[in-house]
């Protein structure tokens, strides 16, 4: 992609949001003036910010705007008002359109909540840490001799740094704890709660009575180390969910209401009861279930069937919420409310499918389940034990604080969210997404692999075959009509033609036929066989995504025939899993002996043709009755309750918003080469943490018996900790040094793809 | 030791004026778009 030149990539085939969509989703900031966030997928660069704010600035009832280049967004605050005239918000988008050829579209707001926890994280990692390093501080000065009132001094300097950073930082591990306790569960944060407590408390008693020992230094490096962890973790979610959200096409926030008097209103889509008529222009997205009352339009269905065949409406034909008029204007008669219709329908169908992946539990918390209780025994033994023996009950409770410092779960809260953010930040520079961390503990098991078909192992779009057999003129002409038009034939022929097209002045567009314009020389037709040449030809039906027919006065002049164009590596990448022991198969909607045809060009071991979604997703819990651990790779709509239902799932960015949210994965390139990297990373990363473990138990089988011997001063405490925190850390860092392989293509250009084809 | 009374709260000061100034950035959004900020200082014209 040549980089941000004004109209480098004029892309007006996706319908840009209107006025009035724009208004109803700007919250208002003050006086007059409203914010709008919008999400531009494309923006990569320094010259993209400055071209965009530039053009945004330049506008009259902007009062500014500023882009994030992280998270792919625009931030515009601008007036209602300009002198006196209501000002139209339509033009920010045009203005960013018109400086980079950059889609800008809305997005849905609603992960603010995460937002916030995130920053109270850091801020809590910030006031610990500052808390570690003074009182560490401190601690090295009593380590290294001060005694009697100076060592008092120190300590009590400690207790008090200590105590609001434990109130500050600890509050998320209390809460979850007590969350756990309540529940009549433990986790991994009990161990934490009570280590971080009981060691304050009796650093703090220790001090009141001229103890030589505190362990204030311990307590809040613990509290650190395990903030830090607990805060990557977020990050890692948050980050990946921003991604994702950010390319999200929002479905129509509201719909054009045509009133009994011919009076044209905009409104939210919530208000459109059944019985309203809608008015929808070519280019727009059906808001609610309804039947087409006048007019005629190819209507995009992919979002229901999976399949990029346009299929031709006309009045009386039924419709779903969310498909898109390609060509016409219609209509509408609504059917249900939008809470009803059939984007809802599918998605209390994923709500049911979700059953078995809620029961997952996290490798840490599995762990968590035998190392806490194991932990607080010996620590409640080593009480005992020293109290019974050895009668000396205060230095009882100073062993068994002992215990549980040494023993404090550092592998298991910071090595594993260590782990992951590494193995995301890698799949992330490959164009991988990941939602969350029990996502690549999920892959880590994967033994069978599921594809879809059109959209997943096909890229989805039409490519015109026989390209070499016409003649250079026809294809001029062809292209020079179907640039006119919106159908994705259309759309492959004019992009298949790279030298010059014939300039038609005037196109007619006949929905669900063709193109057609009266020229000198007679008219020119380009559309199905039985429009172009203007009478039945019982010889070959035209089935709609298969040929297109260019006619000169009802005489064909040329055929043009499409096919779905296979995803780039579909063939090796099946061949590596299937090398690798992976079981491979094929779920599609279509037509059996499409789906037949591609299976066995791919050399996939299974097959299913003609499946609903509910169908798709049985096939994937029956599988998982079997004990088979499935991977689903989708992106339809109709794949969401599959992807839901499967043990992890990847879906492609040109993926629809559901088959988006449904999948634990996400890739951006065009490439299936994703699918085998995302897998053998998530093994790696799987490895690194079992081996943490395993350093974790070797760390304690050499400690803790120095602790339950009563020899672990804060000094060796301190120490042992901190070593044995660098050391998970350092071998999670190994991941980013193997690894090599990567995918060479560019990511700003697939995801621009991707937010299109959206 | 009586040093200690001087350089102990001075030690605490300049560390809780370093937490403050990061908390401080962290407020006012500095750490929002850091793959942005990276571009913008190789911008040529003045700062709006």
Redesign the interface.
């Given at each position: 992609m040549s980089c941000c030149a004004p109209g480098a990539e004029g892309s007006f085939d996706r319908p840009l949001p209107s006025s009035a969509e724009l208004k109803l989703a700007s919250r208002i900031v003050g006086p007059g003036l409203r914010q709008t966030d919008l999400s531009v997928p494309q923006v990569h660069?320094?010259t993209c910010?400055?071209a965009i704010e530039k053009a945004l600035?330049g506008l009259p009832l902007v009062e500014?705007a500023r882009?994030?280049?992280?998270?792919k967004r625009v931030t515009i605050i601008w007036k209602e008002k300009v002198g006196n005239e209501p000002a139209d918000p339509a033009i920010l988008i045009t203005a960013i359109v018109g400086a980079t050829g950059y889609d800008a579209h809305l997005f849905a707001n609603m992960e603010d909540a995460g937002d916030m926890l995130q920053?109270d994280l850091?801020?809590a990692v910030?006031?610990s840490g500052?808390a570690a390093?003074?009182i560490m501080?401190?601690s090295v000065s009593v380590w290294s001799g001060a005694e009697a009132s100076?060592r008092d001094?120190f300590h009590w300097?400690s207790a008090m740094?200590a105590a609001p950073a434990l109130i500050y930082g600890g509050r998320f591990f209390y809460q979850s704890a007590w969350k756990a306790l309540r529940g009549g569960r433990t986790n991994m944060d009990v161990p934490i709660a009570l280590a971080i407590t009981l060691s304050y408390a009796a650093s703090l008693w220790e001090t009141m009575h001229h103890g030589e020992h505190a362990w204030f230094d311990a307590t809040v490096s613990l509290l650190f180390f395990l903030l830090i962890g607990r805060t990557l973790d977020h990050v890692m979610r948050d980050r990946a969910r921003a991604a994702i959200t950010g390319l999200a096409r929002l479905s129509p926030r509201g719909a054009t209401l045509i009133g009994a008097d011919g009076s044209r209103e905009y409104r939210a889509i919530e208000d459109i009861t059944p019985g309203d008529r809608i008015a929808i222009a070519a280019g727009e997205r059906v808001p609610v279930d309804g039947v087409v009352e006048t007019g005629a339009s190819d209507m995009d269905v992919s979002i229901v069937n999976g399949e990029s065949a346009p299929k031709p409406v006309k009045p009386g034909d039924q419709l779903q919420a969310g498909t898109l008029s390609l060509t016409g204007s219609l209509v509408l008669r609504a059917t249900t409310a939008a809470k009803d219709s059939f984007l809802s329908e599918v998605i209390s169908l994923m709500e049911a499918a979700e059953g078995g992946r809620a029961r997952y539990r996290r490798l840490a918390d599995r762990a968590a389940q035998y190392y806490s209780p194991a932990v607080h025994l010996l620590a409640l033994a080593a009480f005992l034990c020293w109290g019974f023996i050895g009668g000396d009950w205060k230095q009882a409770m100073l062993v068994s604080i002992a215990v549980l410092i040494i023993t404090c779960p550092c592998a298991l809260g910071l090595s594993v969210p260590v782990v992951q953010v590494v193995a995301a930040g890698r799949l992330f520079k490959n164009g991988i997404m990941v939602k969350d961390g029990s996502a690549m503990e999920r892959l880590e098991e994967v033994d069978a692999v599921l594809f879809d078909k059109t959209g997943t192992l096909t890229l989805g779009r039409p490519r015109l075959l026989n390209i070499d057999r016409i003649d250079e003129k026809h294809l001029a002409l062809a292209a020079g009509l179907a640039v006119h038009s919106r159908h994705p034939l259309s759309q492959a022929l004019a992009h298949a033609v790279s030298g010059p097209v014939v300039i038609f002045e005037t196109v007619k567009e006949i929905p669900g036929q063709g193109l057609e314009s009266t020229t000198p020389t007679g008219i020119y037709r380009l559309g199905n066989r039985y429009f172009a040449l203007s009478g039945p030809d019982e010889a070959s039906p035209g089935n709609g995504l298969s040929e297109t027919v260019l006619s000169l006065d009802g005489r064909e002049i040329a055929t043009f025939r499409f096919d779905d164009m296979p995803r780039p590596g579909a063939q090796s990448v099946v061949a590596s899993l299937s090398a690798k022991g992976f079981e491979t198969g094929m779920l599609s909607g279509d037509r059996r002996e499409v789906v037949a045809n591609l299976a066995i060009r791919l050399g996939l071991h299974h097959w299913q043709a003609e499946l609903s979604p509910k169908q798709k997703a049985q096939f994937c819990t029956s599988l998982a009755e079997k004990d088979r651990k499935v991977l689903m790779v989708g992106d339809g709509i109709n794949d969401a309750p599959a992807l839901a239902a499967a043990h992890v799932s990847i879906a492609p960015a040109t993926a629809t918003d559901i088959g988006r949210q449904a999948a634990d994965f996400v890739f951006m390139h065009d490439s299936l080469e994703a699918v085998p990297l995302a897998i053998d990373l998530s093994r790696r990363a799987g490895r690194l943490i079992r081996e943490n473990f395993a350093l974790a138990i070797g760390y304690n089988i050499v400690a803790v018996p120095i602790a339950l011997a009563g020899y672990a001063t804060p000094l060796i405490a301190a120490i042992a900790m901190s070593t044995s925190s660098i050391i998970v850390v350092a071998n999670a860092m190994r991941l980013n040094g193997a690894l090599t392989k990567s995918v060479p293509s560019n990511a700003a250009q697939s995801l621009g793809e991707g937010a299109r084809l959206a | 030791m009586n040093m200690l009374v001087y350089l102990i709260p001075i030690a605490l000061f300049l560390g809780g004026l370093g937490l403050c100034a990061f908390l401080w950035s962290l407020k006012s959004g500095q750490y929002e778009d850091l793959e942005g900020a990276s571009w913008r200082m190789l911008r040529d014209d003045p700062p709006e």
């Open positions: 660069c320094g910010i400055t600035n500014r882009v994030n280049l992280s998270m920053r850091i801020r910030a006031v500052f390093a003074n501080l401190l100076t001094l300097i740094i | -």
